[in-house]
């Protein structure tokens, strides 16, 4: 069964930085592409960050040059750090796994998702 947890949101002070963690179990994690989406309060989820099978990134605009999303095979974890952090940036951020070696922004892309962890930025 697939299972991913995610880790390490809070609250910080804009200009600050957070690393995320989601933890992976139950998929042959070398052959997946995943990806990290956020949810801000009465907004839709959208695509922040993805890595594909063979650890190619694709950041959305609004982060580029902010985040920096990585995996560790050996642990089997996937990570987003984060830095000069904005208000903007607050919001639920999930991670996501699909059965491709291709990563794309379509949430509908993606079998499975994390339960989220909540990041809030203060001005």
């Known amino acids: 069964q697939v299972k991913l947890v995610e880790s390490g949101g809070g609250s910080v002070q804009a200009g600050g930085s957070l690393r995320l963690s989601c933890a992976a179990s139950?998929?042959?994690?070398?052959?997946?592409?995943m990806g990290w989406f956020r949810q801000a309060p009465g907004k839709e989820r959208e695509g922040v960050a993805l890595?594909?099978?063979?650890?190619?990134?694709t950041y959305a605009d609004s982060v580029k040059g902010r985040f920096s999303i990585s995996k560790d095979n050996a642990k089997n974890t996937l990570y987003l750090q984060m830095s000069f952090l904005n208000p903007e940036d607050t919001g639920i951020y999930y991670c996501?796994?699909?059965?491709?070696?291709?990563?794309?922004?379509?949430?509908?892309?993606?079998?499975?998702w994390g339960q989220g962890t909540q990041v809030t930025v203060s001005s």
């Open positions: 996501a796994a699909a059965m491709s070696t291709l990563a794309t922004m379509n949430l509908g892309w993606y079998q499975h």
């Open positions: 139950g998929y042959p994690y070398r052959v997946i592409s």
């Open positions: 890595i594909d099978h063979d650890g190619t990134p």
